[in-house]
């Protein structure tokens, strides 16, 4: 019986990123849970407890992600989960990169290589203090 796989939650308002980000994770060997809307995302991903949240800040044309940011980290329950973003919001997520760095989320800025998406998941789940469970490449 195999480790059980890393469970992502992807909040993102564009179906195609959705799309490759659930197949690319998937075949990464990751369990990847896609939400193409912010509302309902907080309750979502508190219900479903992912290892890992990847998330866009701009949704629907409105800085959504910065809230659910917020109500992440304002919750004892899912205050423990890295996040990631991934976002074209580079200007914004400079001018708040302390606060960001001090609460542990870390970004990829748009377009990003898949690589490097990668490697910030090992990043994040490994400061953590998760093992990675995703798939091992030999």
């Not at 309750?43 to 800085?63: F, G, S």
Request: charged residues 25%; proline residues 5%.
């Amino acid at each position: 019986m195999g480790a059980k796989k890393t469970r992502i939650v992807v909040v993102n308002d564009h179906q195609d990123f959705l799309n490759l980000m659930t197949e690319f994770l998937s075949d990464e060997g990751y369990d990847v849970i896609s939400l193409a809307k912010h509302q309902g995302a907080f309750e979502k991903i508190k219900e479903l407890r992912p290892d890992i949240v990847v998330c866009d800040l701009i949704m629907d044309n409105m800085p959504a992600g910065w809230a659910l940011l917020d109500m992440l980290h304002l919750d004892p329950e899912t205050r423990p989960i890295p996040v990631v973003l991934c976002t074209a919001a580079t200007r914004q997520v400079q001018e708040v990169a302390p606060s960001l760095l001090s609460k542990g989320i870390q970004w990829l800025e748009k377009p990003f290589e898949l690589e490097a998406l990668l490697k910030m998941l090992d990043t994040v789940q490994n400061s953590s203090g998760n093992q990675l469970r995703g798939s091992t490449k030999t």
